[in-house]
């Protein structure tokens, strides 16, 4: 059931990267205000710090968590599995998580990112 879980969020984290990554049609921008607004500070909701690191083979999961994923994988496409290891590589301490597995990115197919910062990699040695 957890793995399930866990597997929703990754292709919901995965389905949000895509459709954030697809070109937005142009709007025309709104005619400056003639009076200044003061100014309010905006928070923004700040990404989860990385705290623990989980890799997972694809084959460990229950084989419908695995068709789950692989529609994902399916869905996403190349561009948004490539911009995930590019982001993977460029993360020292997810980099060296999987370098002790003795894996890379390029064996990455998905990832889920927890609010307790527990990061989850999904991969899957090349067939």
């Known amino acids: 059931m957890r793995k399930t879980i866990l597997?929703?969020?990754a292709a919901t984290l995965?389905?949000?990267g895509a459709a954030s990554a697809q070109q937005q049609p142009g709007q025309q921008p709104a005619p400056a205000p003639t009076t200044p607004a003061p100014a309010a500070p905006k928070?923004?909701?700040a990404a989860p710090t990385i705290q623990s690191v989980n890799i997972v083979d694809i084959t460990?999961?229950?084989k419908d968590t695995q068709t789950?994923?692989?529609q994902v994988i399916a869905q996403?496409?190349?561009a948004g599995l490539q911009k995930l290891r590019s982001s993977i590589d460029a993360t020292p301490q997810v980099k060296s998580a999987l370098e002790a597995k003795g894996l890379s990115s390029a064996q990455v197919v998905a990832a889920s990112m927890q609010p307790n910062g527990a990061l989850t990699l999904i991969t899957k040695k090349a067939s």
């Open 7 to 9: 597997i929703a969020a």
């Open 14 to 16: 995965m389905m949000a």
């Open 43 to 45: 928070a923004q909701p």
């Open 60 to 62: 460990q999961l229950p």
């Open 68 to 70: 789950q994923v692989n």
């Open 76 to 78: 996403r496409g190349d």
